[in-house]
T-cell receptor
Framework: DADVTQTPRNRITKTGKRIMLECSQT?????MYWYRQDPGLGLRLIYY???????NKGEISDGYSVSRQAQAKFSLSLESAIPNQTALYFC???????????FGSGTRLTVV | AQRVTQPEKLLSVFKGAPVELKCNYS??????LFWYVQYSRQRLQLLLR??SRESIKGFTADLNKGETSFHLKKPFAQEEDSAMYYC?????????FGDGTTLTVKP
């Protein structure tokens, strides 16, 4: 089935470490997004990309970077992880227009 | 900045009762509005798009531009409707989400 796959599902890392979260999709969508979810705060946009050559910052991009390696792959990196980056991270894709998003299962990241 | 407000963090109703999950948005133009649902141990998934004016799993949502609202309604709640619900608005290709409402339908 066409899907959005995130790896890893869970990760515990130490403060100061670099970590990469990966997202791949088989839906053929051009648009990809990274959101983080904190308890009681909904989803907040970190970065988004409308095609391979397009990268845009969201509302909370500080401390994060992304790479769009191909239409199907969009990776999120934490250059130097800190404890307040502990959260649930979601990747999403969209064909654009008013079709909404398809989400991955999420990556639960804990920074200790 | 765009803002989506879901005033109820928790909502509890009995099976068979009507349910309404409230959502207010801030965008003053022609909004693209959505409801997403997350059932226990499942990924977030699209439930409704305002543009389609459809009913999914018995849920409907009406856009009220005067009140800038997009409330989600179901006349007879079922236990399987228990989940987390998010309202979202999209502008310039990116979505802003509300904080979510956890709906519990009691038997």
């Amino acid at each position: 089935d066409a899907d959005v796959t995130q790896t890893p599902r869970n990760r515990i890392t130490k403060t100061g470490k670099r970590i990469m979260l990966e997202c791949s999709q088989t839906k053929g969508h051009d648009r990809m997004y990274w959101y983080r979810q904190d308890p009681g705060l909904g989803l907040r946009l970190i970065y988004y990309s409308f095609d391979v050559k397009d990268i845009n910052k969201g509302e909370i991009s500080d401390g994060y970077s992304v790479s769009r390696q191909a239409q199907a792959k969009f990776s999120l990196s934490l250059e130097s992880a800190i404890p307040n980056q502990t959260a649930l991270y979601f990747c999403a894709t969209s064909p654009g227009g008013d079709y909404g998003y398809t989400f991955g299962s999420g990556t639960r990241l804990t920074v200790v | 900045a765009q803002r989506v407000t879901q005033p109820e963090k928790l909502l509890s109703v009995f099976k068979g009762a009507p349910v309404e999950l409230k959502c207010n948005y801030s965008y003053s133009g022609s909004p693209e509005l959505f409801w997403y649902v997350q059932y226990s141990r499942q990924r977030l998934q699209l439930l409704l798009r305002h543009i389609s004016r459809e009913s999914i799993k018995g849920f409907t949502a009406d856009l009220n531009k005067g009140e800038t609202s997009f409330h989600l309604k179901k006349p007879f709640a079922q236990e399987e409707d228990s989940a987390m619900y998010y309202c979202a608005q999209t502008n310039a290709g990116k979505s802003t989400f509300g904080d979510g409402t956890t709906l519990t339908v009691k038997p």
